[in-house]
């Protein structure tokens, strides 16, 4: 039986994810394959270079030190390009790059301790691009350009950004390279939210992880019977914006105490998919 962890996207809500791992951790579940997209991506970098305990607990601690200037570091010149149309983003990718730099323990992909797939997609063709070898760092930033916002990342050949565009949570992935019990880690979204997001980026991210979690749920249901599928729940109410890392130590208290709770509950008979509608925790 090989035992994967795939991790969705979802922008600063991937805190939540780290308090999913923490849990899966403390009850000694321990992934054999990787496959992520976005921020699903990057802690599932961290997670392939230290997939133990402490190593979910050292991702924790960077978690709760965030900040949104350093993952998206913005400049009036650069925003006001992209708005004119003379670049294709607003913002640049130095700060992801450069948190990847000071922590990834592996330079490439294939060198992985545990082995780690992550989902881009090509701008010209739609089409979702696993990438399982290759420079780490390019790959995971690929797959967390959202686009217009980070720019694309060239890779042999192809202009990739975020893998959540068209496959946020690759559960196909991991069941096609030979996956046979597949842990979700869902995001969730900002659900029951007081009022809309304010700012282009943060309505951006808020309409992209809405979508998304249509899709998870739509694929959670197709492949629920062919591999051992367990979804962990994620967190409602999540009145948090994608791009406000300023909760994070909350949200992944949350998650862990919410995941614990989950574990040893009995949930033969229940829906996986039932699992990512709208609910508090």
């Known amino acids: 039986m090989t035992t994967a962890f795939v ?16 849990g899966l951790a403390e009850a000694g579940i321990r992934p054999e394959l990787i496959v992520g997209t976005s921020v699903g991506a990057l802690n599932g970098g961290w ?32 925003g006001l390009l992209g708005f004119l149309g003379r670049r294709p983003h607003l913002v640049s990718d130095s700060g992801i790059r450069n948190l990847l730099h000071r922590n990834l323990r592996f330079r490439r992909l294939e060198d992985a301790p545990v082995p780690l797939h992550v989902v881009a997609t090509d701008v ?32 042999d050949g192809r202009d990739l950004v975020d893998g959540g565009v068209v496959n946020n949570t690759p559960l196909s992935h991991a069941v096609a390279l030979g996956a046979t019990e597949v842990w979700v880690l869902p995001t969730g979204y900002s659900c029951a939210m007081p009022q809309s997001p304010n700012g282009a980026i943060a309505m951006a991210m808020h309409a992209f992880t809405l979508a998304i979690n249509r899709r998870l749920a739509t694929d959670v249901e197709r492949f629920e ?42 949930r033969s008979g229940l829906r996986q998919s039932e699992l990512l509608e709208f609910h508090r925790d």
Not at 7 to 22: A, H, K, R, T
Not at 240 to 256: A, K, T, W
């Open 7 to 22: 991790l969705s996207g979802g922008g600063s809500l991937g805190s939540i994810q780290v308090g999913m791992l923490l």
């Open 124 to 155: 010209l063709s739609g089409q979702d691009v696993l990438l399982s070898s290759g420079n780490a760092v390019d790959a995971i930033v690929a797959s967390a350009a959202i686009p217009a916002v980070l720019p694309p990342v060239h890779i």
């Open 225 to 266: 019977g062919v591999v051992e599928l367990h979804v962990v729940p994620p967190l409602c109410p999540v009145r948090v914006s994608p791009v406000d890392f300023s909760h994070s130590g909350d949200l992944i208290e949350r998650s862990l105490n919410s995941t614990r709770r989950w574990l040893p509950t009995d």
């Open 47 to 78: 997670i392939a270079g230290r997939p133990d305990h402490d190593g979910v607990l050292a991702l924790a601690d960077l978690w709760r030190t965030l900040s949104r200037r350093e993952v998206f570091p913005t400049s009036p010149g650069l």
